[in-house]
């Protein structure tokens, strides 16, 4: 479980930095935390503030934004901040962000990051040597280009004055734990009851859904050949190879992903490695030749072929300029077998 620090029980007054296209439900699932703390308590332990560059509101991706906004220099006596980003974070982390966060930090305020958010604290160097976490989408882009930054593949992570959340439903998980910090599991409990919450989730959640149910089959082979399949994308592992690895024959293993996911075990494969190809493409400028190497295919014209069959488009007509992450820096080839080392274990 990620340990709370003692500061975190005397955080009272948060600020909440909105950038363009931000994510609503992120957002509004960290203010209500803090909105029940306070009605179930009986008193206002906790006061929020939403943030932006200017003081004029900004849109949320779902095109609503909150009425009243402040500046930072208004709102200065805040304890903490988290940035909050969408889909688009890339776009709207420029010169004014970076200084105004770095501004921050060196206040000694508390910084943090939901959903997208993280990306700005990335990009402003303030996670340099701290664990984090980003919505899983833009993990893989950041992970590539960042190596001083420690990427956790958990719902939210707290270490020392840096904390980083997933998005979603998340931030609740996150702000319950700083609740409970401060006030006790009892207050915690309280809330969860009033949000209906079956159970909190801690740090070490991880934010993916667990394999068995992402293929809604809970087939204890299939999950392990399934999670061998996702620590093997540069070098692909041969069916033979899967087979022998769960202990099983190949025409088992053929027989379990048609009765279960009809399809074939290569096919999935391919899906799997094409899947994290998309994700490189739209988060990150690694060439196309390189993106295919990483992900397995032995030559870009068969690596186009692969894409377009599945998603309709080649790799280039994926990157238009809705879709380049024009913030992210020009990588290196990827070295062969030295950042991702072949894992043969079940």
């Not at 479980?1 to 439900?25: A, D, Q």
């Amino acid at each position: 479980m990620n340990e709370v620090p003692e500061k975190l029980g005397t955080i009272r007054r948060i600020g909440f930095l909105t950038l363009n296209e931000y994510t609503m439900i992120a957002l509004s699932s960290a203010i209500e935390v803090l909105r029940m703390a306070n009605r179930l308590s009986g008193q206002r332990h906790y006061s929020w503030t939403v943030l932006t560059l200017d003081g004029k509101p900004v849109s949320s991706s779902n095109g609503l934004c909150f009425a009243d906004a402040k500046t930072y220099d208004v709102a200065d006596d805040l304890d903490m901040v988290f940035v909050c980003g969408g889909t688009n974070v890339q776009k709207f982390v420029d010169e004014k962000v970076i200084n105004l966060l770095r501004r921050m930090a060196h206040n000694g305020v508390v910084l943090g990051g939901l959903c997208t958010g993280s990306y700005a604290l990335v990009k402003s160097g303030l996670l340099d040597g701290y664990k984090c976490t980003v919505h899983w989408e833009n993990m893989a882009g950041l992970r590539e280009f960042h190596p001083r930054v420690q990427f956790k593949e958990e719902l939210f992570v707290i270490d020392r004055d840096r904390i980083t959340c997933t998005g979603g439903v998340a931030p609740v998980d996150m702000m319950l734990s700083i609740v409970r910090k401060a006030f006790g599991k009892t207050l915690v409990a309280d809330i969860s009851n009033q949000f209906i919450l079956e159970r909190v989730r801690d740090g070490d959640d991880r934010q993916h859904i667990p394999l068995a149910a992402r293929l809604g089959f809970n087939h204890s082979a299939l999950v392990d050949i399934a999670a061998l399949m996702e620590a093997n994308f540069e070098e692909p592992l041969t069916a033979v190879e899967l087979a022998k690895l769960a202990g099983l024959s190949l025409r088992q293993v053929q027989r379990i992903f048609q009765v279960s996911l009809e399809t074939t075990p290569t096919k999935y494969y391919l899906q799997l490695r094409l899947r994290r190809a998309r994700e490189l493409l739209l988060q990150s400028q690694m060439s196309i030749t390189e993106i295919a190497i990483s992900c397995g295919f032995q030559s870009t014209c068969h690596f186009s072929k692969s894409y377009r069959a599945l998603y309709g488009r080649t790799p280039r007509s994926e990157r238009q300029p809705q879709h380049v992450a024009t913030e992210f820096p020009t990588s290196t080839l990827p070295r062969k077998n030295a950042s991702r080392p072949r894992v043969h274990s079940i």
